[in-house]
């Protein structure tokens, strides 16, 4: 199975402030299927990014998705107070369908 | 509006069954996959697997650690999924999502809709 290993697992931040998020798959992950989710305590994870680089529906642009093959990005350019969550990667271009660790997005 | 409502939680002893429901509407449920994801409190989401729609035969997918044990079903005419779980160890003590899949064979797009959860806890 395709292991996603994200990175940093802990991200201290000021809101404002730029976060660039690491996925790094064992394995290329085809047809770049590889999403985003933001989850907050309580909640359910919510789709941000699909196709490696597509914005879901409703989500603001300044969450992005980059990356190919092995290494893939989320970046959001300003932190907003209700940015502070946990994020995963998921990789569904190959059977078992597999998500990363997630890495937490925290106010510093 | 899409909405995805699981049931069926609870606590069980090791070694027994149980069986999750989710419950859909706002969309024609037969025209998609449905999957279960899993998370264990505090830990990262886990894939359980996934159901085709009945154009594709109703099959299913597993992730490894539960394939042989858990099985997903679905109940078109009344819009809802199951997840029977066999075999229960304390490991599968974990919040139990079912989502909304793809139209087509493989998944395509990721998850967009969510239920809210169940919590299944495993203990004597």
């Known amino acids: 199975e395709i292991v996603l290993t994200q990175s940093p697992g802990t991200l201290s931040l000021s809101p404002g402030e730029r976060a660039s998020l690491s996925c790094r798959a064992s394995?290329?992950?085809?047809?770049?299927?590889l999403a985003w989710y933001q989850q907050k305590p309580g909640q359910a994870p919510r789709l941000l990014i699909y196709?490696?680089?597509s914005r879901a529906t409703g989500i603001p642009d300044r969450f992005s998705g980059s990356g190919s093959g092995t290494d893939y990005t989320l970046i959001i350019s300003r932190l907003e107070p209700e940015d502070f969550a946990v994020y995963s990667c998921?990789?569904?271009?190959?059977?078992?369908?597999?998500f990363g660790g997630g890495t937490k997005v925290e106010i510093k | 509006e899409v909405q995805l409502v699981e049931s069926g939680g609870g606590l069980v002893q090791p070694g027994r069954s149980l069986r999750l429901s989710c419950t859909a509407s706002?969309?024609?449920?037969?025209?998609?996959?449905m999957n279960w994801v899993r998370q264990a409190p505090g830990k990262g989401l886990e894939w359980v697997g996934f159901?085709?729609?009945?154009?594709?035969?109703?099959?299913?997918e597993y992730g490894a650690s539960v394939e042989g044990r858990f099985t997903i079903s679905r109940d078109d005419s009344k819009s809802i999924a199951y997840l029977q779980m066999n075999s229960l160890k304390t490991e599968d003590t974990a919040f139990y999502y079912c989502?909304?899949?793809?139209?087509?064979?493989?998944?395509?797009?990721?998850?967009?809709?969510w239920g809210q959860g169940t919590l299944v806890t495993v203990s004597s």
């Open positions: 706002g969309f024609t449920f037969g025209d998609y996959a």
């Open positions: 394995q290329s992950v085809s047809n770049k299927y």
């Open positions: 998921q990789q569904y271009g190959t059977l078992p369908l597999t």
């Open positions: 989502s909304r899949g793809t139209p087509y064979y493989y998944e395509t797009s990721g998850y967009q809709y």
């Open positions: 196709g490696a680089s």
């Open positions: 159901i085709r729609r009945e154009t594709y035969g109703g099959t299913t």
